[in-house]
């Protein structure tokens, strides 16, 4: 990581169930485990990340919304939860999130207030990693606008792979009109499997296909029932069975990341 805004990490992509907020809670998990400090910041009002990191959500006296919304009152500081698990904090969000958008919407600069509300936190961690809901939202515009990168998973699935050039096109008109520093850091596949011929033809797409093919990371995460497992007891595949396949594709993932590359 050079700058300090590089270390600061979006997963997205608007269509839902594709692997973004498993990505973003075994991301952060590996790199923790690598002794970085990470911060996990769920502006998703469906709260899997808060509650795929063991966080309970009737326990939360500060969220992602209110440091958004309320920040004369409440600083991102505030909101921060230790995890069970050194190094890994999170940011929660509740389901009261969803109203974000609509409070935010007549307000002057609404698409910074994330970075903004961010700003006092610049330095204190490794890497901020974003998690964000599935859609267009004035809240991925948020972290879109806060962000550094974006790390984009993409399901083996032809449908998947077709809703990329929308993101793509999303991608551009923040670079054009909001944040300019705003970088595509990679597209990962997730949810491979390889008894399936349309993991195979999805995967090889995305590795020929010109728009994506230099954007592809090598590591690939398998499909792994283990992962869906490990969300019901709320706690990242990355430490609930070590030696999962969803454990050790995550871990590599996160050398891969580390390494700078694709
Ligand atoms: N590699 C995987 N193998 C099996 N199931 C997965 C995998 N990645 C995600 N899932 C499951 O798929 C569903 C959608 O994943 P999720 O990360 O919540 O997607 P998104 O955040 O993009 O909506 C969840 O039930 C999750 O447990
Ligand atoms: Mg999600």
Redesign the pocket.
Known sequence: MQDKSAAIIA?A?E???????????NLAAALSLKGKTVLVVDM?P?A??TR?LGVDLDDLHATAYDMVCQPETVAAGDAVVQTKWKGLDLIPAHVDLAGAEVELVDVVGRENRLKQAMEPLGGVYDIVIL??P?SLSLLTVNVFACAGSVIV?C?THPYAFDALSELFDTIEAVQGEINPDLRLSGILA???DRRTRVSHNTLDRLRKDQRTQKFMYHTV????????D??EVGKPVVFYRTTS??AL?YKAFADEFLSGKP
């Open positions: 997963v992509n269509k839902g169930g594709v692997g973004k907020t498993v990505t973003a809670i998703d469906q899997n990340a795929g998690d964000t599935p998973p399901q997730t949810m491979f995460i398998r499909s792994n029932t283990t992962i869906a490990s969300a396949f969803g594709d």
